[in-house]
């Protein structure tokens, strides 16, 4: 089976980093995929990992540790357009179709 | 002009209706998928095609029926709407990840809210 967990909620400061944790149980991996959704829109794309290691893309970081079924999305610099969802997917094998976490609802304060 | 569209971007119906949901892509991708969102339970998966002859079952595909009508539209029609069916849907397109420098991303239209009273 398929199983992919993160938390359903986080909040912080911005200005400040937040750190959103994905963790998979998956019959194989062919890539993680971390998705942004403001509410009552489309899921955007913003990045992708396939190899052990961290992707920078400008405030946005994702880590990928393969044999811990561990991913994370950092970032920096928060803004309050940053309050959004992010969704954590994962491609198990081929070119399957993206299976999805739940989401994580982020509330950034000032 | 958006990459993927979606047609209507809000329904409402009412329960025992055939309502069909459109979807439209100008960027070339072969593949197109039809996710529906629902609070708590994240996106899942109803139906998918990775060309105009192929079509596969999702997650939860029952009560749901889809048509590849080429390779850059492809439909969802609820045959008898209910109300478990309220949600927001989802197209998404992507390329071939096996295509040189293709990650296989998918790419999500816009959305359709669906009300079935």
């Known amino acids: 089976g398929q199983n992919i967990d993160q938390p359903t909620e986080m909040t912080a400061t911005e200005g400040a980093i937040v750190q959103i944790n994905c963790t998979y149980q998956t019959s194989g991996f062919n890539g993680l995929f971390w998705y942004q959704q403001h509410a009552g829109e489309a899921p955007t794309f913003l990045s992708y990992?396939?190899?052990?290691g961290l992707e920078e893309k400008g405030r946005f970081s994702s880590f990928l540790s393969r044999s811990k079924g561990y991913s994370y999305l950092l970032l920096k610099e928060l803004q309050m357009k940053d309050s959004a969802s992010y969704l954590c997917a994962v491609r198990d094998w081929g070119n399957t179709p993206l299976v999805f976490g739940k989401g994580t609802r982020l509330s950034v304060i000032a | 002009d958006a990459d993927v569209t979606q047609t209507p971007r809000n329904r409402i119906t009412k329960t025992g209706k055939r309502i069909m949901l459109e979807c439209s892509q100008t960027k070339g991708h072969d593949r197109m998928y039809w996710y529906r969102q629902d609070p708590g339970l994240g996106l899942r998966l109803i139906y998918y095609s990775f060309d105009v002859k192929d079509i596969n079952k999702g997650e939860i595909s029952d009560g749901y029926s889809v048509s590849r009508q080429a390779q850059a539209k492809f439909s969802l029609s609820l045959e008898s709407a209910i109300p478990n069916q309220t949600a927001l849907y989802f197209c998404?397109?992507?390329?071939?990840?096996?295509?040189?420098?293709?990650?296989?991303?998918?790419?999500f239209g816009p959305g359709t809210r669906l009300l079935v009273l």
């Open positions: 990992n396939v190899l052990d």
């Open positions: 998404a397109t992507s390329d071939f990840a096996g295509k040189t420098g293709a990650t296989g991303t998918q790419y």
